[in-house]
């Protein structure tokens, strides 16, 4: 075998043992050679290519223009390896056609020939076609780029609605050109952290700064990107699928400035502070820029402008107008406390709207306080969203509306009360401390003689006066007020509030031994009222006159007692009780069984004990008497 029969048998048995179909194609286009492989890729038999012109194995239509290109490659010949994925096609047997990869090796000889490699790429393909159309499947904008280079390769169409450029425009760009220009070292090293990372959701900055990319026009975007690195085609890409944000982030925005208004709001102290706050809100939160807040005047009947936005004073060329009581949209909106939207103002026939440019208008309930009132320049401008957002607003408004409302009347009252406390404390006690004076004098001078009885009397009149104003200046100063709860044995301070009482006869039984947490001086001031009541008012409900007379006096003794209760303690006493229908107003201001009753101790009782987070409860003693329980206490054992 001479050495090119021996070179020739080894190019051969390469060739045969070569995956990929292999023909030896000569300078005009002849095939002189072809592997077994092209059985499998073809349909033909190695024998039948030899001598068919290449282009056979071409699809119809594209033959001429193949036949310039083979010339054009003979006349520069180089190696063009496999993989170029240039989209090509070849043409077997039965007409059909298979997508493939071609690599050309030129071969030195005395008559120029190239080595044509095909392989075929269907799997390849169809994996591809599935990845595009995976790719344009996805709702938000894709962009594939090379890992080396940021150079975008393909994207899908929803570019087009992020970016506002067309596919086609994208493809060569750079990662960078997607991003504000001015920041563009910035994004080059978020991209580099992308590719370095492998998979990662971003969507903020380093510094936290949102993430934004500029759209063809220039128009700033906030995006959130989920970018990831993979292989395809033997070449690794990064896929970064943008998201635009902005709508969320308006939401977060709006959702921020409503929370710093309902903070504002907490701090108002005032209607037009509110009324301030609202419009401001308006205007700053929700690009509401043509608003204002009106707040029902009772003298006047009407909804009176409290507050006003600059171009709300524009369109009226000053403050708005007052809303009269049943006049107008805004008024309606307010005695319904319903929010009212008028879609074009021009077909409602409105003054507003044949004196303005104003076409839409949206009013929103205060509450019973008042209304927002929202106008703008173009017709339909508010939506269900815009709606909500007022309602939540208004909402906070009303609240705080009625809170200040609250503290106003309240404040109000506290005046009244000081200037009655003032009267209770000096006007009525000095004459008082006279009478009493007057009262010595007299009882030292006829102390003996038979007007005794009647200076009694009016002793005892004048204690009374002084027991009752002792008791106002109580509810007035203390109220329902009470110290730092400290620990208090029950049977200690029962036995030193009998020592404080005018006892005349009566007897004290202290059964209870649990300390409990209270405000002692308050503690007090329950047990001797309770006392007193039982004493002084044998149990508040005597049958007569006579018998209320013979307990004062040393008569039937009544007997007191304090004892323990699972959850507090009781006070009773053996008297003649309390009706049961009449229970239940023993505790009112100024209730009281006789007439020589002042009708405030029991008041004071059931303020101290709501004051500590207790209840009392009045009921009938095991002696036929009157039992007070108080429960809900906190013992310290």
């Not at 298979?98 to 095909?118: Q, T």
């Not at 269907?122 to 962009?143: F, G, M, N």
């Not at 080396?148 to 899908?156: L, S």
């Not at 440019?357 to 019973?368: A, K, Y």
Request: glycine share 6%; net charge negative; aromatic share 6%.
């Amino acid at each position: 075998m001479t050495q090119t029969e021996h070179n020739n048998s080894r190019f051969e048995a390469i060739c045969q043992a070569s995956p990929d179909a292999l023909l030896l194609v000569d300078v005009d286009g002849r095939i002189t050679f072809a592997n077994e492989r092209v059985r499998d890729l073809f349909g033909y038999d190695p024998e039948e290519l030899v001598g068919e012109r290449v282009e056979l194995l071409v699809p119809d239509g594209i033959g001429d223009d193949h036949v310039a290109m083979r010339e054009a490659y003979f006349a520069d010949p180089e190696t063009r390896p496999m993989g170029a994925s240039l989209d090509l096609l070849a043409q077997r047997k039965d007409g059909s056609t298979v997508p493939v990869d071609i690599s050309l090796s030129p071969v030195e000889s005395e008559r120029p020939e190239v080595v044509v490699a095909v392989r075929d790429v269907s799997e390849q393909e169809a994996l591809r076609a599935k990845y595009r159309k995976i790719l344009q499947s996805v709702p938000d904008a894709v962009v594939v780029a090379e890992t080396a280079t940021g150079e975008i390769v393909e994207v899908n169409e929803r570019v087009i609605d992020l970016f506002g450029y067309e596919p086609s425009e994208l493809v060569g760009m750079t990662q960078s050109d997607l991003h504000p220009h001015d920041e563009a070292g910035r994004y080059e090293a978020l991209f580099e952290h992308h590719v370095s990372a492998g998979e990662r959701l971003i969507s903020e900055l380093p510094d936290g700064s949102d993430v934004y990319v500029e759209t063809k026009t220039g128009e700033r975007v906030p995006v959130e990107i989920n970018a990831r690195v993979f292989e395809l085609g033997g070449q690794e890409r990064i896929v970064g699928i943008f998201r635009d944000v902005s709508a969320r982030k308006d939401r977060e925005r709006t959702l921020e400035g409503l929370q710093r208004a309902a903070q504002r709001l907490l701090a108002a102290t005032n209607r037009e502070e509110v009324a301030t706050i609202v419009s401001e809100t308006a205007a700053s939160v929700f690009d509401w820029e043509v608003n204002s807040v009106h707040l029902f005047d009772d003298e006047r009947d009407a909804l009176v402008p409290a507050e006003w936005s600059d171009p709300a004073s524009a369109v009226f060329d000053g403050p708005p107008p007052s809303i009269p009581a049943g006049e107008g949209m805004a008024w309606e909106a307010f005695a319904r406390e319903e929010v009212s939207v008028t879609v074009d103002l021009r077909d409602a026939v409105t003054p507003l709207a044949a004196d303005t440019d104003v076409r839409s208008q949206l009013v929103v309930p205060l509450g019973d306080h008042g209304v927002l009132v929202v106008c703008s320049y173009e017709a339909d401008d508010f939506d269900e969203s815009a709606e909500a957002l007022a309602k939540v607003l208004a909402a906070h408004a009303a609240a705080t509306l009625d809170r200040v409302e609250r503290e106003c009347d309240l404040e109000a009252q506290n005046e009244r009360l000081e200037q009655f406390t003032s009267v209770v404390s000096h006007d009525l006690r000095n004459p008082l401390n006279t009478a009493q004076g007057r009262l010595d004098v007299l009882e030292a001078e006829y102390g003996e003689d038979e007007e005794r009885d009647h200076l009694a009397v009016v002793g005892d009149a004048l204690d009374r006066m002084e027991r009752l104003i002792d008791d106002l200046l109580t509810l007035a100063h203390q109220g329902d007020s009470i110290g730092t709860p400290e620990a208090v044995a029950l049977r200690s301070i029962a036995e030193d509030c009998w020592q404080v009482v005018e006892t005349e006869g009566a007897s004290l039984v202290v059964e209870a031994e649990r300390t409990i947490w209270a405000d002692s001086r308050r503690l007090r001031q329950v047990l001797e009222n309770l006392f007193r009541n039982a004493i002084e008012h044998g149990s508040t409900s005597p049958p007569s006159q006579a018998q209320e007379d013979a307990v004062e006096h040393g008569g039937a003794a009544v007997t007191v007692t304090v004892s323990d209760l699972p959850d507090g303690f009781a006070v009773a006493d053996d008297g003649t009780g309390i009706p049961e229908e009449e229970r239940e107003h023993v505790m009112d201001v100024g209730y009281s069984s006789n007439t020589d009753g002042i009708g405030l101790g029991l008041a004071i009782v059931a303020e101290i004990a709501a004051a500590h987070g207790w209840t009392v409860d009045v009921c009938e003693s095991d002696a036929g008497g009157t039992r007070f329980e108080i429960t809900g206490v906190e013992f310290v054992d």
